[in-house]
């Protein structure tokens, strides 16, 4: 496991196999001390799996990261490298963006390559990047992670649902990913505590 994007800091440990099997699973900030210091911004995490026996098929492995609460807790699969990347090195994959008055959404890029990379996004009608993002910045630097906010502008136009708790306004878009040491993910956050509700790999 590699971790990454804290004040420029890269740390590296393996971790035997009985270890990750644990039924309860395993702390990070049991692997990674520094995580229990004051931190702010996010992080990304690299994981890789490796056996000794070259025959071994570990391809039906799974891993699931939870970020816990004291009130509750989101768990999500997270996304694999190097998957679903055609020959000319682009595919559109789908999101949901989602705002009401209890929960709103942004975009997470890790990316855990060597270089620079650009996001570009559309939403298939008149929108570009600069538009649907509140960041005037789209590009991600190497080793790092970011958060782009979608703006509330984004959702103008669209038809409100009447839900029981009140309005709910939707849209989709699609992000084409053009790196494969590039992850995606739609974080769905708590309006008013700003903690995850939901986190969904694109």
């Known amino acids: 496991m ?8 890269e740390r590296s440990i393996t971790v035997e196999g009985p270890r990750l099997s644990q039924p309860d ?3 990070l900030q049991d692997v990674f001390p520094e995580l229990e210091e004051d931190q702010s911004g996010l992080f990304g995490l690299e994981i890789a799996l490796q056996a000794s026996q070259p025959r071994i098929d570990l391809s ?3 891993c699931i990261i939870e970020l816990a609460g004291n009130a509750s807790s989101c768990r999500f699969w997270p996304a694999v490298y190097g998957q679903g990347t055609p020959a000319n090195g682009q595919v559109d994959s789908p999101a949901i963006a989602l705002k009401d008055c209890y929960q ?18 559309s939403d298939g009608q008149s929108f570009t990047t600069a ?4 960041e005037e910045n789209s590009q991600i630097s190497e080793r790092s992670v970011k958060e782009f906010y979608i703006k509330d502008s984004f959702y103008q136009g669209t038809q409100a649902l009447e839900m029981s ?13 053009s ?13 008013t505590t700003k903690r995850p509700i939901s986190v969904v790999a694109l």
Do not use: C, Q
């Not at 590699?2 to 800091?9: A, C, M, R, V």
């Not at 709103?104 to 650009?118: Q, R």
């Open 2 to 9: 590699t971790l990454f994007g804290i004040n420029s800091h």
């Open 25 to 27: 699973g395993m702390r």
């Open 60 to 62: 039906y492995s799974n």
């Open 104 to 121: 709103f959404s942004s975009l997470v890029v890790v990316n855990s390559g060597s270089l620079p990379i650009e996001i570009d996004l």
């Open 131 to 134: 538009e649907l993002l509140n």
């Open 165 to 177: 708790w009140g309005l709910m306004r939707t849209r989709p878009f699609s992000v084409k990913k």
């Open 179 to 191: 790196s494969t040491e590039a992850a995606y993910y739609m974080l769905y956050r708590d309006a």
